[in-house]
């Protein structure tokens, strides 16, 4: 692209998150970010037609039609497809956000990685919550040295009644790959990995169980999608332990259904400071013990903008397009990293115990 173009965007799948995208791309054009939405793709004719008469843009069956009109799309559909987007995206020389997680097994997140890698464009990965304000602040006081070495993460994602409506492509295994652990669960996992700057994943130990959502009587609360009679065949809460190179660990609590308070809370813990931050209400504090005056617990609470994560996100994608470079941030290769977590979850339920993901290089070092 020349200096000054506008980016064009096109979206893929035009459901609920679609139109989350739509409205910040929209907010970034009213801004004066150089990007329009040309278009969207669904297989569905119903939403392409509420799709085209909210945002007042030509919509398509057939995803050749949307590329010919874009240079970049975003991939919001189901798990199971992303990988058909994804790559013929790719294929057509343009650059994707293709919505988390990479796809619905790690065979096909492969497939997507390898596809990116011989690319002309590149592929981001739609992580959102890297760009929540608190997280922003956390990581650049991590990076720089500010909390020594980080060497475990407490990572919360849970709901105490949130299972997505029941019956819907969420519920459905061979649509979505896995149920809580795979959809805010990866959020989770990929946050606290960013957090330590992904060290390599060594060992996983965990167990993903359905507790509520294939129940009779579960009680319907906080539930956005509609609750249907079809398929509920995935898991509805998770718990792990990832162990990373250098001993430094994870422990993961995912859940879409739970009889505790719901949590969006992550636990840092470094070698010179610690914090706590919230991904729900933005909030931040770090943990410190000083001696100035005498010996002290110093918490301070760091307070943050209320820009939205997804606005952030859309914007680095846009100037990413409008570069031609990739954005140095979501990449394929932490999604992929991430999907190998999720799946190794999966396995060590069926196994009942640890899965070994790869060496340790400090334990290689010492033999």
């Known amino acids: 692209m020349q200096d000054g173009d506008t980016v064009r965007i096109g979206i893929v799948g035009l459901g609920g998150i679609a139109r989350l995208h739509a409205d910040q791309l929209s907010a970034l054009e009213a801004d004066g970010v150089p990007v329009t939405l040309v278009g969207g793709m669904d297989i569905a004719s ?16 057939d995803e050749d039609a949307l590329y010919d009109r874009a240079d970049a799309v975003v991939v919001t559909t189901p798990n199971c497809v992303h990988e058909e987007y ?15 997680p990479l796809a619905h097994t790690v065979e096909s997140a ?32 991590v990076d720089d040295g500010h909390f020594g070495e980080v060497y475990h993460v407490e990572a919360n994602y849970v709901r105490r009644r949130g299972v997505p409506g029941r019956g ?39 167990t ?24 509920f065949s995935v898991d509805d809460g ?4 990832v162990r990373c190179a250098d001993g430094r660990t ?34 931040l504090t770090i943990y410190e013990v000083e001696d100035v005056g005498g010996a002290q617990f110093a918490d301070t609470e760091v307070r943050t903008d209320d ?23 979501n990449t394929v290769q932490e999604a992929l990293t991430v999907q190998r977590v999720v799946d190794a979850i999966y396995e060590s339920t069926e196994t009942g115990s640890a899965v070994r993901l790869a060496d340790d290089p400090a334990v290689e070092a010492n033999d």
């Open 46 to 61: 119903d939403a392409r037609d509420a799709f085209a008469d909210e945002y007042d843009v030509p919509t398509f069956a």
């Open 250 to 283: 994870v422990a993961l609590e995912a859940a879409w259904a739970a009889n505790r308070p719901p949590d969006t809370s992550y636990v840092v813990e470094g070698s010179d400071a610690g914090a706590e931050f919230d991904i729900g209400d933005e909030t």
């Open 86 to 100: 994804a790559v013929s995206a790719l294929d057509a020389g343009l650059d994707v956000l293709v919505e988390k």
């Open 110 to 141: 492969e497939r997507i990685a390898a596809a990116a890698s011989d690319a002309d464009g590149f592929c981001m990965v739609g992580f959102h919550n890297r760009f929540s304000p608190a997280v922003r602040a956390l990581k650049a006081r």
């Open 208 to 231: 993903a169980r359905s507790t509520f959502g294939a129940r009779e009587d579960y009680t319907y609360l906080e539930m956005w999608g509609d609750d249907g009679d079809g398929e």
């Open 307 to 329: 820009t939205v994560p997804h606005r952030l996100e859309d914007r680095r994608f846009v100037e990413a397009v409008a570069a031609g470079e990739p954005p140095g941030t």
């Open 168 to 206: 819907s492509w969420f519920t459905d295994e061979s649509a979505a790959g896995g149920g809580a652990l795979i959809d805010i669960g990866a959020h989770a996992i990929d946050l606290a990995l960013h957090v330590m700057d992904f060290p390599a994943v060594v060992e996983v130990l965990g």
């Open 238 to 241: 998770a718990h792990a332990l």
